[in-house]
């Protein structure tokens, strides 16, 4: 890129900089704090003590119903307005154009040169996706160039998503409010197999996903605690070879927690998931120090990842990592 381009996206930086002073300010915590270096976990570690991280709080169609695009559009003003225009027909600027972005497929604008990350998205701008990208575009597309660090306020993001929706010549319906949804969080929050009221599992989900992207994201969110390869040694945390339904707590020469031997089960895909979207709510006591990974599809792929880590990875159906928790079948020797 030449020295201009350089320019201009440095100055966007320091806007996008002084714009989440201001947003922080205005919005209480509702904004990230814009560090690139610095691992998501940390981020969103910060919860008192005994709180659980419920990442499926409340989801984003039952906040778009009460969404204000009014609202949206000055925070989207302040938050995005110095890399995208929203206009018809407006500029490229350091990101593509968002007008008629809603349910258009991703990173697909015509003539923005997108990230290799955002790339391997390859379904459509859906209220579900959109939402989870403005919550933290780097976990939902590792590798991306937007160089925001999302908005984690969820009520801020309805807000934000519906003026987006409004940017259109014939602006999608909001999408159908579902009525488990509380009952979903509770249980997801409590740590017990995930309740999927619709949609695939989350083996299923496991089968699609890409273990490329979760060995990426793996190595940003694990690497630093745990190892990946046959007989690695023990780090923060125990190897992770060969995990997908090993017994919880068996990696040899490693000393678990209470909360963790206590589980007298296997690391199911149903488990693993649990245990990934909240640490702690899984195994309050527990002494991995990471929040957890809130994108379902992101989870998705780190257990794809995971998976592929042995001779003979474990079938996606049928008996074994589909279900709740069991005992171990011992797939390790
Ligand atoms: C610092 C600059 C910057 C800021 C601030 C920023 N973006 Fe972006 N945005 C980008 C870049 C760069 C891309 C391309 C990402 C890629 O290719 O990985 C992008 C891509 C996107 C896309 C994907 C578009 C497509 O066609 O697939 C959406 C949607 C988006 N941004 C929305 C937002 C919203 C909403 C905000 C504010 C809440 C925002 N962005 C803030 C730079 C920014
Ligand atoms: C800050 C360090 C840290 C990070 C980051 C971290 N872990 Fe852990 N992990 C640990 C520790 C410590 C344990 C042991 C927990 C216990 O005994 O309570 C553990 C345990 C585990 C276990 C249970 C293994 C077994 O043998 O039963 C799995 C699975 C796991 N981690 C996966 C992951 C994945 C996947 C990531 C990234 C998405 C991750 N961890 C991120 C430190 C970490």
Known sequence: MDSTELNKIMAAFLTAGIVFGLGGVLGGKLIHSPRPEHPAFAIVSALPEGVSAAPREVPIAALLAHADPAK???????????????????????GPNLYNVVMAPIAEGDGYDFSAGLKAHHGK?????????????????????????????????????DYL????????????????????????????????????????EVGHADPKLGEAAAGRY????????????????????NVVDRAIAAAPGYSYSAAL????????????????TDPRGYAPGNKMGFAGIPSEKQRAAVVAYLRSLSPNPHPISGAGAGGADKPGQGAHK
């Open 165 to 204: 929706r409004t940017l259109s010549d014939s602006p999608q319906p909001l999408p159908p409010v579902p009525k488990e949804a509380p009952a979903a969080a509770a249980t997801a929050a409590a740590g017990s197999a995930p309740a999927a009221p619709a949609g695939p599992s989350f083996a299923e």
């Open 125 to 161: 701008w859906t209220f579900d996706d959109m939402s989870a990208w403005l919550k933290d575009p780097k976990a939902y597309a590792p590798g991306t160039k937007m160089a925001f660090a999302g908005i984690a306020n969820g009520r801020q993001r309805a807000d934000v998503v």
């Open 261 to 276: 031997t206590a589980k007298h089960a296997a690391w199911t895909y149903a488990n693993l998931n649990a245990w990934l």
């Open 72 to 94: 949206g559009q000055s925070d989207a003003a302040k938050l995005c307005g110095a890399c995208h225009s929203f206009n018809k027909g407006g500029a490229t600027m350091v």
């Open 222 to 241: 694990c690497g630093a605690c745990h190892s990946f390869d046959q007989g690695g040694a023990a780090l923060v945390g125990p190897n992770l070879y």
